[in-house]
């Protein structure tokens, strides 16, 4: 099988296509940075010669390439948490939904894998991260775009289009090709404080993703594809377990900061208006507070009983992530 992936310069984009090569099949990536992509895949073993060189949003250039591939992967999605690129973020995760998935859609592709987030069920009143969920409220930059994202393909799926649509929790793990957000975070954790609210992290591992998302788009399809959704959540830690796991993995204790939720949310708030005024670095927004205090656990017990799934566990993800965080330089080398 032939696969146009989006994304491949991302860890869930990468991973995925290094999995679906284990599995035999074949690329076509999409990138802009062609040189990222083609090293990475190199010291893993594979020599990519299929590329299509552009951005998402490019529908000429995206629908060459999608010709002549057999599925499509579309993993690629603009990921920022500040206010003051929501409308940008919204108008580029659209515009690469209609690029890529209504293009593939259109083209009579039959096998079609849209990677969302689980943070679109973060509706205030739910009890856990559901399929079948009501979906959040929109309004905030990222989780507002996935939102919209979301209910474009639900559409194509309720026309009958064959889309399955995967829901990945916070993704971490080894061999990021760049810095991922969530990756990124655990480097701040180490390097700086690592926040004790209420909640926790529903952590999945970028690798056991991956053999979800070829198992996903394997599968001969079966009934109504307004069913094929799926959450992948991997394993909820609260934060104060998280900083107990990342000590004992690093051999030496980490940073606590105490923090009330209440004054966690102002704190993004304040820091949403200050940005405005003064540039800001810190990763701290109205939405990554919100998201920090207020996640419930993801349900993935529908991929685990169709699929017989098995996530590994939370103390492996994060030893490989450290070790490999280490030896990128992103935080100190472990003892």
Request: proline share 4%; aromatic share 6%.
């Amino acid at each position: 099988m032939k696969v146009f992936l989006t994304g491949a310069t991302g860890l869930v984009g990468a991973h995925t296509g290094l999995a679906l090569l284990e599995a035999g099949h074949q690329l076509r990536l999409l990138v802009r940075d062609q040189r990222v992509a083609q090293a990475w895949f190199a010291e893993r073993g594979y020599q990519i010669d299929d590329w299509c060189v552009a951005d998402m949003r490019d529908r000429e250039a995206v629908a060459k390439g999608i010709e002549g591939c057999d599925a499509v992967v579309h993993a690629a999605a603009v990921v920022s948490l500040d206010t003051r690129q929501g409308k940008e973020t919204m108008a580029a995760n659209l515009a690469g939904v209609d690029s890529v998935i209504t293009a593939a859609v259109g083209m009579g592709i039959q096998k079609i894998l849209y990677v969302s987030s689980v943070a679109i069920f973060m509706h205030p009143q739910a009890k856990s991260l559901r399929e079948d969920g009501s979906l959040a409220v929109m309004g905030e930059s990222y989780s507002g775009a996935k939102i919209a994202c979301e209910q474009k393909v639900r559409a194509l799926q309720t026309e009958g289009a064959p889309v399955t649509i995967s829901y990945p929790a916070t993704v971490i793990g080894p061999d990021d090709p760049r810095l991922s957000e969530s990756n990124g975070a655990l480097s701040i954790f180490v390097n700086r404080f690592i926040p004790i609210t209420t909640s926790g992290m529903q952590i999945v591992d970028a690798r056991d993703l991956a053999k979800a998302h070829v198992q996903l788009l394997e599968d001969v399809p079966r009934g109504n594809y307004c069913n094929r959704r799926y959450v992948v959540g991997g394993h909820f830690i609260t934060w104060s377990e998280l900083a107990t796991a990342m000590s004992l993995q690093l051999e030496r204790p980490l940073r606590r900061l105490h923090i009330p939720a209440v004054i966690l949310r102002w704190s993004g708030m304040l820091m949403d208006v200050l940005r405005k005024l003064i540039p800001i670095q810190f990763p701290l927004s109205s939405e990554s507070a919100r998201l920090v205090t207020s996640l419930v656990p993801a349900d993935s017990r529908r991929i685990i009983k169709e699929y017989g799934f098995k996530f590994r566990p939370t103390s492996e993800t994060l030893a490989d992530t450290l070790v490999w965080l280490a030896d990128s330089n992103h935080i100190p080398a472990q003892r």
